[in-house]
């Protein structure tokens, strides 16, 4: 069940690479964001207002820092989505697999295998590839990086703290400080309006609801439940749905450059998901 829960909510990721884009070609990318997670946050009160009154000070700042993140995460990312393809953002995005031991490295001290820096080649090899796609944007695929950085970190936390919270709770902090950061840069830029139009509210219903909170919720639910490696394997598929997406209802053409460089960056996950797994599976509590 768990399993399934999280395959289908990558394939929903998938699918909002494109409803993303065809939004913020027409509303104001930070406005989106915003009403994207105050419709998320809504929806969580709704069921867990009060069980953020059991996390205390330690699991609100946990959900603090995770909602910063992923709001890093998911700001770079969109921006990078508005400049670049949604295969390419896709592809870039399943980056986080190679990330996550490097982080590893850097932050803890965890040695990183030969696999890793295999991977870490591999995606050097497909980002050079895709730079030099016509239709896609080496800024754009710069900032999706700088975003798969911010989501590697993210997940790296919900790991650590997934067990120690109530889910809801913690999900509910995530989503509402990803909420205030928004709105805040969308008043100071002077971009908050009201949505309109199908094409806006149906990629805000479909990110704010099950994307973001349904989404982030099966994520916390289900790193309890299955084992790291699965939960890393499966989450790599967002890479390939966003691919079949983006060719089927966004028209990606990328040639046979950018389709090797994604094939290639796809290669280097896989090469690397191992270590990644070993690596997240080591931050969880022991018994």
């Given at each position: 069940?768990?399993?399934?829960?999280?395959?289908?909510?990558?394939?929903?990721?998938?699918?909002?690479?494109?409803?993303?884009?065809?939004?913020?070609?027409?509303?104001?990318?930070?406005?989106?964001?915003?009403?994207?997670?105050?419709?998320?946050?809504?929806?969580?009160?709704?069921?867990?207002?009060?069980?953020?009154?059991?996390?205390?000070?330690?699991?609100?700042?946990?959900?603090?820092?995770?909602?910063?993140?992923?709001?890093?995460?998911?700001?770079?990312?969109?921006?990078?989505?508005?400049?670049?393809?949604?295969?390419?953002?896709?592809?870039?995005?399943?980056?986080?697999?190679v990330l996550t031991p490097l982080f590893g490295l850097l932050l803890f001290r965890t040695r990183v295998g030969l696999?890793?820096?295999?991977?870490?080649?591999?995606?050097?090899?497909?980002?050079?590839?895709?730079?030099?796609?016509?239709?896609?944007?080496?800024?754009?695929?710069?900032?999706?990086?700088?975003?798969?950085?911010?989501?590697?970190?993210?997940?790296?936390?919900?790991?650590?703290?997934?067990?120690?919270?109530?889910?809801?709770?913690?999900?509910?902090?995530?989503?509402?400080?990803?909420?205030?950061?928004?709105?805040?840069?969308?008043?100071?830029?002077?971009?908050?309006?009201?949505?309109?139009?199908?094409?806006?509210?149906?990629?805000?219903?479909?990110?704010?609801?099950?994307?973001?909170?349904?989404?982030?919720?099966?994520?916390?639910?289900?790193?309890?439940?299955?084992?790291?490696?699965?939960?890393?394997?499966?989450?790599?598929?967002?890479?390939?749905?966003?691919?079949?997406?983006?060719?089927?209802?966004?028209?990606?053409?990328?040639?046979?450059?950018?389709?090797?460089?994604?094939?290639?960056?796809?290669?280097?996950?896989?090469?690397?998901?191992?270590?990644?797994?070993?690596?997240?599976?080591?931050?969880?509590?022991?018994?």
């Open positions: 069940m768990a399993l399934l829960a999280v395959i289908l909510v990558t394939a929903i990721w998938g699918v909002t690479f494109v409803q993303v884009k065809d939004a913020v070609d027409v509303y104001p990318l930070f406005a989106f964001l915003a009403v994207r997670y105050a419709i998320a946050t809504g929806v969580l009160a709704l069921v867990g207002g009060r069980r953020v009154l059991t996390l205390g000070r330690s699991g609100f700042a946990a959900g603090g820092v995770i909602g910063v993140l992923l709001g890093v995460g998911i700001g770079l990312q969109t921006a990078g989505l508005e400049r670049t393809t949604v295969s390419s953002t896709g592809f870039i995005t399943g980056l986080y697999v696999e890793v820096w295999a991977g870490v080649v591999l995606a050097v090899v497909g980002l050079a590839m895709l730079s030099g796609v016509p239709v896609g944007s080496s800024g754009g695929n710069l900032l999706v990086l700088a975003s798969t950085a911010a989501q590697a970190l993210q997940i790296l936390m919900v790991e650590r703290y997934a067990s120690r919270y109530d889910a809801i709770a913690l999900v509910l902090v995530e989503m509402g400080a990803c909420f205030v950061g928004f709105l805040a840069i969308a008043l100071a830029l002077g971009q908050l309006e009201v949505p309109r139009g199908w094409t806006v509210w149906g990629a805000l219903i479909v990110t704010g609801i099950f994307a973001s909170a349904l989404g982030y919720l099966i994520q916390v639910w289900a790193q309890r439940r299955l084992s790291a490696a699965r939960i890393a394997i499966v989450f790599s598929l967002e890479t390939v749905f966003a691919g079949i997406f983006g060719y089927w209802l966004a028209n990606d053409r990328l040639g046979w450059l950018g389709w090797g460089g994604c094939a290639v960056i796809l290669a280097g996950i896989v090469v690397a998901e191992p270590t990644a797994a070993r690596f997240l599976r080591s931050l969880l509590p022991s018994d």
